[in-house]
C-alpha cells in the first residue's frame, strides 16, 4: 500500500487551511511510486538533491509540498505558501533554476528539517 504521511509540521501547516483548501490541494497532489522513478520526477515534480537524499517539489495553486519518497510511500516534510518571505528569498533573483538554488541554501535545508521531527501517527 502506498501512503502519503505527513510530518506534525506539514500536518499542522494544512490544517492552517480552510477544509475547502485542503480538499483542493490534496486532490491535486497525486503522486504514485512511479512518477518518482522517472529521472528526478520528470516534469510533475521539482527535485533537490542534498547528498544521498532526494527531496521533491509539487507546486499546486499558491503552495508548495516538499516532501521525501519512502519505501511505503511519501513523507510531507512541508507545505508553504508561495508569498511567505521564505518562499520570495530563495526565489527573488536567481541566477540558476530554483530548484538548483533551493537545493544550495543552507535556510532552505534548516527550513525543511524542521518539518522532519516527527511523523504524525493517525
Keep these: 500500500m502506498f501512503q502519503i504521511i505527513f510530518s506534525d509540521m506539514s500536518a499542522a501547516e494544512m490544517a492552517r487551511l ?19 522513478d522517472f529521472g528526478e520526477g520528470g516534469e510533475k515534480f521539482g527535485a533537490l538533491r542534498r547528498g544521498s537524499e532526494t527531496f521533491y517539489r509539487f507546486r499546486t ?13 511519501v513523507v510531507v ?6 508569498n511567505t518571505l521564505q518562499d520570495f528569498l ?16 543552507a535556510a532552505f535545508w534548516k527550513l525543511i ?10
Excluded: C
Design 77 to 82: 516534510r512541508r507545505v508553504l505558501h508561495r
Design 18 to 36: 480552510p477544509k475547502p483548501l485542503q480538499l483542493e490541494i490534496m486532490s491535486e497532489f497525486q503522486v504514485m511510486p512511479e512518477d518518482l
Design 61 to 73: 495553486r499558491d503552495y508548495r509540498i516538499y516532501f521525501q519518497k519512502t519505501d511505503g510511500g
Design 90 to 105: 530563495f526565489r527573488a533573483n536567481l541566477p540558476v533554476g530554483e530548484d538548483e538554488a533551493l537545493q544550495d541554501s
Design 113 to 122: 528539517d524542521e518539518g522532519a521531527g516527527s511523523r504524525r501517527k493517525d
